[in-house]
Antibody, heavy 121, light 103 residues
Framework: EVQLVESGGGLVQPGGSLRLSCAAS????????MSWVRQAPGKGLEWVSV???????YYADSVKGRFTISRDNSKNTVYLQMNSLRAEDTAVYYC???????????????WGQGTLVTVSS | DIQLTQSPSFLSASVGDRVTITCRAS??????LAWYQQKPGKAPKLLIY???TLQSGVPSRFSGSGSGTEFTLTISSLQPEDFATYYC?????FGQGTKVEIK
């Protein structure tokens, strides 16, 4: 069974930093595209970042320059380093496998259970 | 960037009803669209990808159709466990969601 488990969320002050982890089982993160998607309280889904199997990384404009995605192949884990956090970064952060297929687009499956990040003083 | 607009944003329906949710793209996206179901406090769950392909394990009462700029998610006979919020997605964009509530 493929499973993704996020951790690392919590309460942080504006301007602070946090690192989220996404531990995978049943899939190899280095062989897959892995994304982070967030959801602010009561709001919709917002894609945040992706790391491709080749190592390339991409970010939403809202987090570019502040967030960094990475992975540790030995731990089969993906990370999201979040710096210069703002109140508007408050959200549940999900990691998900980003499945792409030529000619049919991409989709996110499976998803982890999410980890809550609260940015507040 | 492509924008996705779902309609309606909210719908009230009864068990057994046929429900249709629409997702419109701001430009043509071929069949590159997925649909998700999300229940309160839970992660989204993939229902359909490539516009009309049912994800393994998803009940056959769910179906998707469309191509280009207009897509639909249909639930043929709404069940109690289907009351949730539904999202469409293309590449890195999500629709704003459609909340399906009990009438």
């Amino acid at each position: 069974e493929v499973q993704l488990v996020e951790s690392g969320g919590g309460l942080v002050q504006p301007g602070g930093s946090l690192r989220l982890s996404c531990a995978a089982s049943g899939l190899t993160v280095s062989s897959n595209y892995m994304s982070w998607v967030r959801q602010a309280p009561g709001k919709g889904l917002e894609w945040v970042s992706v790391i491709y199997s080749g190592g390339s990384a991409y970010y939403a404009d809202s987090v570019k320059g502040r967030f960094t995605i990475s992975r540790d192949n030995s731990k089969n884990t993906v990370y999201l380093q979040m710096n210069s956090l703002r109140a508007e970064d408050t959200a549940v952060y999900y990691c998900a496998r980003d499945q792409a297929s030529a000619g049919t687009g991409n989709w996110f499956d499976p998803w982890g259970q999410g980890t809550l990040v609260t940015v507040s003083s | 960037d492509i924008q996705l607009t779902q309609s309606p944003s909210f719908l009230s329906a009864s068990v057994g009803d046929r429900v249709t949710i629409t997702c419109r793209a701001s430009q043509g996206i071929s069949s590159d669209l997925a649909w998700y179901q999300q229940k309160p406090g839970k992660a989204p769950k993939l229902l359909i990808y490539a516009a009309s392909t049912l994800q393994s394990g998803v009940p056959s009462r769910f179906s998707g159709s469309g191509s280009g700029t207009e897509f639909t998610l249909t639930i043929s006979s709404l069940q109690p466990e289907d009351f949730a919020t539904y999202y469409c997605q293309q590449f890195r964009e999500f629709g704003q969601g459609t909340k399906v509530e009990i009438k």
